[in-house]
């Protein structure tokens, strides 16, 4: 899902629940290069303040009992698009967000249409602190991929940290991302808002180690001495 563009104040409350108070980071898409999904176009988030019911013929208990009286087809259909109802409707406390959202359908892809199999490190493996190439039975994840050129900026958390940072921008560092735009954000000094400031590679990565430095010294986590820090 994504967020359509917020003034610099709503953009606050974003961070806050999705970017890990400024611990993470966001991409702003072209929707249009986007794999399309279960609709033909990503669907407008319903803030409606009354919750989305299911009919009773949605149930698997209705469907049983009359199952020899329905086409199977009109059946299948009317689910998928309750589904779509359900899937499209949320609280209007978010409604702040301005959704949009791209459902997809994992019967319906294939790798050549961005299906993703992910192998990620199993929970055994997890705990004992094993890399996902140390583990055997490793735990397969499924998403979908999206096409380098969809990616139009990336933008850092003031907060994130400097191993994420590094690993982003080893990422872009690969030509196809050569026209992608970044950002730093941080919070202004003297409004309730969000700055966003247009920069390079450098500057973001010169301002991860100050700030991480900053934090470090503020918490004790770098002690200095006459032999310098340790």
């Not at 003034?7 to 991409?27: A, C, N, R, V």
């Not at 030509?175 to 409004?191: A, K, N, P, Q, R």
């Not at 450098?202 to 310098?228: C, E, L, P």
Request: aromatic share 10%; glycine share 6%; hydrophobic share 30%.
């Amino acid at each position: 899902s994504a967020a359509r563009k917020k003034s610099p104040q709503e953009g606050t409350l974003m961070w806050s629940h999705y970017g890990d108070s400024f611990k993470g980071g966001g991409i702003l898409f072209d929707v249009e290069m986007l794999p399309r999904g279960a609709t033909e176009a990503p669907m407008e988030i319903d803030y409606s303040p009354e919750r989305f019911s299911l009919p009773a013929d949605f149930y698997d208990t209705y469907q049983a009992i009359y199952a020899e009286d329905k086409d199977n087809s009109e059946s299948e259909e009317n689910a998928r698009k309750q589904l779509l109802n359900i899937l499209k409707s949320k609280s209007p406390t978010w409604k702040y967000e301005d959704e949009l959202r791209i459902i997809y359908d994992l019967n319906e892809l294939t790798e050549k249409t961005g299906l993703l199999n992910i192998p990620t490190v199993c929970a055994k493996c997890a705990a004992a602190g094993k890399r996902r190439e140390e583990c055997r039975y490793p735990e397969i994840r499924q998403a979908v991929g999206f096409p380098a050129s969809a990616v139009r900026a990336v933008i850092f958390g003031t907060d994130m940290h400097n191993d994420a940072t590094t690993a982003i921008l080893e990422i872009l560092d690969d030509e196809e991302y050569s026209e992608v735009d970044l950002y730093w954000s941080c919070i202004h000094g003297s409004d309730y808002a969000v700055q966003y400031l247009k920069t390079d590679k450098d500057y973001i990565q010169s301002m991860q180690k100050i700030r991480a430095d900053k934090y470090n010294k503020v918490k004790n986590h770098i002690i200095y001495t006459k032999d310098g820090p340790r």
